[in-house]
């Protein structure tokens, strides 16, 4: 069910940064509330909110070159943006979490090749021994294609 939910990520960001929109524009939702929702979302799911439900998340991905390009280094970066912050912190606190079960795991490393973080960053990796792992990172958005590259089920998303 998760696999099939990332592999429909773009369509599910869409509905829901559109909902965003509609809500916060008909029902005048003041955009602190939305960066409270975003920031208490973190608490419970790490930082999901970028590629999950941000309408401007879902603009410059959407539009600008998918996963590729200026897309993943805006998802990498997000520099000015409060909800970004906030979620990203809680990442390394949130209930749920990408996990690895190592007696899953033969070290293929698609998951690491999925992973827009390990392309920037050489320390993380989420299956080499000895490196940061990416999913604890305050840039790591969950996208969880590297739960939807693993070939053996060994990366999981939960509490």
């Known amino acids: 069910m998760l ?11 869409a509905v829901l940064a559109i909902a965003t929109i509609g809500l916060v524009a008909a029902l005048h939702i003041p955009l602190l509330w939305v960066m409270l929702f975003g920031s ?3 608490i419970v799911l790490g930082k999901t909110f970028c590629r999950w439900i941000c309408p401007m998340g ?5 539009f600008m070159g998918g996963v590729d390009g200026a897309a993943k280094k805006y998802q990498y970066h997000k520099i000015g943006c409060p909800i970004a912050w906030i979620s990203g912190f809680l990442n390394r ?15 293929c490393g698609k998951c690491d090749k999925a992973c827009y973080i390990t392309e920037f960053e050489e320390s993380c990796s989420l299956y080499k ?3 940061a792992d990416p999913s604890m990172s305050q840039t790591c958005s969950r996208c969880l294609e590297c739960v939807k590259a693993c070939p053996t089920g060994s990366l999981t998303y939960k509490p």
């Open 3 to 13: 696999k099939l939910l990332v592999t429909k990520r773009r369509v599910v960001h």
């Open 40 to 42: 208490l979302l973190g």
């Open 58 to 62: 879902f603009v410059i991905c959407g």
């Open 93 to 107: 606190f949130s209930i749920f979490q990408v996990r690895r079960k190592e007696s899953l795991c033969v070290s």
């Open 129 to 131: 021994e000895g490196k």
